[in-house]
């Protein structure tokens, strides 16, 4: 009696243990096979950047990091490869001498953000901030700088456009 009782508890746990392996096999499987997306980029080395009387669209061409390829130097727009919850953050700066700076930020044409400061004291300033996107495979983030407005980047890398998945959906 003992043994069969024994027998059975011994085909119980290497049931739990067989789906258990089954279960670590899949999790390994999502893992590797869950898209990896993460940018970072700067604005440029040339100094002023100016929009004239137009928007102008900003491509930060300096890639630091781009897993998945999915942001454009080119073009300066990130392209979601996959539908999920992405996270964005940018930094920009000006010396704006008594002027405004403002910086957008676009998801598929439909603006998401508009910031802005004045400056009254003639120094460095900076406009920082993020959001978090639920974006559908193929939808679009950029930022763009305002007509009539600059921004100012060298090899200090001072403005910068980043993203990253968080998780698919």
Do not use: C
Request: charged share 20%.
């Amino acid at each position: 009696m003992e043994t069969a009782a024994q027998e059975a508890e011994l085909t119980a746990v290497k049931t739990r243990l067989a789906a258990t392996e089954t279960e670590v096999v899949n999790l390994e499987k999502e893992i590797t096979e869950q898209p990896k997306v993460a940018f970072s980029a700067a604005l440029t080395d040339s100094g002023y950047i100016e929009s004239g009387n137009t928007e102008l669209n900003l491509v930060f061409t300096k890639i630091i990091t781009n897993a998945g390829q999915a942001y454009s130097s080119i073009t300066g727009f990130f392209t979601a490869p996959v539908r999920g919850v992405y996270y964005f953050r940018f930094t920009v700066m000006d010396n704006p001498s008594s002027r405004y700076m403002h910086i957008m930020m676009y998801k598929n044409s439909e603006r998401i953000m508009y910031l802005g400061e004045y400056d009254t004291d003639g120094t460095w300033n900076y406009l920082s901030s993020g959001a978090t996107l639920q974006l559908e495979e193929g939808d679009v983030v950029n930022m763009v700088l305002p007509a009539g407005h600059r921004l100012f980047d060298d090899a200090n890398n001072f403005s910068t456009f980043s993203g990253f998945l968080l998780f698919p959906l």
